[in-house]
C-alpha cells in the first residue's frame, strides 16, 4: 500500500471527488494552503489527515509536507485537488512499489478541457513525477512549478490520470496563470543567462521528460516565441484534430507564452 498526498487551495469544486478517487488507499493526508472557500469543511466530511501550511513555492511546499507531516507507508502518491485517482492506476502502483528497480515512477496526465480529453496538442504523453520512495525523491522550484530531484533510477508507469485543468472555470485559470507567468518570466531570464540547449537531449534524451525539458529550453531563445508555440501545438503536434476545446487550449497556452514575454520585459526594465 502507499499514501497519498492532496494538494489544495480554495478547492471546494474538486476536493470530494479528488478525494472519493483516492480511498482506495487507507492514508489521507490533505495538505492545504489555508484556503479561503468550503475546501476544508468538504475535506472534513471525509476520513483522511488535514493539515494548513503557508504557501510559498510548489517546490518549497511538496519539500515542507515531505519532510513534516508523516505518512504510514513509505512510498507516497502526490495528487493534486483538480487531478483523479483510477482504480487502474492504483493497482499499477501497487504492482510498482513492489518493485525495487526505481525510486520513483513518472505518470502521464490526461488533460480533460471543455469536458474533453486533449490528446494532442497537450504533447501526450506528458509525464510527472507522482509515485515516489519517500526519502528518495524531493523537489526543487523550476518557473511556477516544481522539479523532481531523484536518488536513484526512475521508472514510467503506463496507466494515467486525468487532470481537469479548468473544473473552476476560465477566470481561474487566467487568474493562476496571470500569477505564474511572474514567476515563469524570472526563470525564463535565468535560463537565458545560465542555460545552454542540450541538442543530445533534445533529439536523442532516454525519456520524454528529458526531451521534453531541452524543447523548453529551445523555445525559451526562439523568436516571436507565442506564435510558434500555437502553430507548434496546433499543426505539429495535432491540437487541430482536438476539436474546439483544442483550437481554444491552444490558443491560451500562446496567450500564457505572451504574457511571460511581457513581464520579462517589464523586469528587464525595472532592473535597467
Not at 53 to 59: A, I, M, P, V, Y
Not at 133 to 154: I, L, S
Request: hydrophobic content about 40%; aromatic content about 16%.
Amino acid at each position: 500500500m502507499f499514501s497519498i498526498y492532496i494538494l489544495t487551495y480554495n478547492e471546494e469544486i474538486d476536493i470530494g471527488p479528488c478525494i472519493e478517487s483516492a480511498m482506495l488507499s487507507d492514508d489521507l493526508i490533505v495538505v492545504d494552503s489555508f484556503s479561503t472557500d468550503r475546501t476544508l469543511e468538504i475535506a472534513s466530511i471525509y476520513d483522511v489527515r488535514i493539515v494548513q501550511h503557508k504557501f510559498e513555492s510548489h517546490g518549497l511546499q511538496r519539500t515542507w509536507m515531505l519532510k513534516t507531516m508523516p505518512t504510514k507507508y513509505e512510498w507516497v502518491y502526490i495528487l493534486e485537488a483538480d487531478e483523479r485517482m483510477t482504480p487502474e492506476l492504483f493497482e499499477e502502483c501497487l504492482g510498482a512499489i513492489k518493485s525495487t528497480n526505481a525510486v520513483g515512477y513518472y505518470v502521464a496526465e490526461k488533460v480533460i478541457f471543455m469536458g474533453k480529453w486533449i490528446r494532442y496538442s497537450t504533447q501526450y504523453p506528458r509525464y510527472q513525477m507522482r509515485l515516489f520512495h519517500k526519502g528518495k525523491v524531493w523537489f526543487t522550484d523550476y518557473g511556477h512549478a516544481e522539479r523532481e530531484v531523484c536518488d536513484g533510477v526512475t521508472g514510467f508507469l503506463q496507466q494515467t490520470y486525468p487532470h481537469y485543468t479548468c473544473s473552476k472555470g476560465l477566470s481561474r485559470w487566467l487568474d493562476k496563470h496571470n500569477r505564474y507567468s511572474s514567476d515563469e518570466a524570472m526563470e525564463t531570464i535565468k535560463q537565458l543567462a545560465t542555460g545552454d540547449i542540450n541538442w543530445q537531449d533534445l533529439f536523442l534524451g532516454k525519456s520524454e521528460v528529458i526531451r521534453r525539458r531541452a524543447l523548453k529550453n529551445l523555445s525559451l531563445r526562439l523568436p516571436f516565441r507565442p506564435v510558434f508555440r500555437w502553430i507548434y501545438m496546433y499543426f505539429v503536434l495535432g491540437g487541430i484534430f482536438d476539436g474546439k476545446p483544442g483550437f481554444a487550449w491552444c490558443t491560451l497556452q500562446a496567450f500564457y507564452e505572451y504574457l511571460i514575454l511581457l513581464k520579462v520585459e517589464e523586469i528587464k526594465q525595472k532592473d535597467g
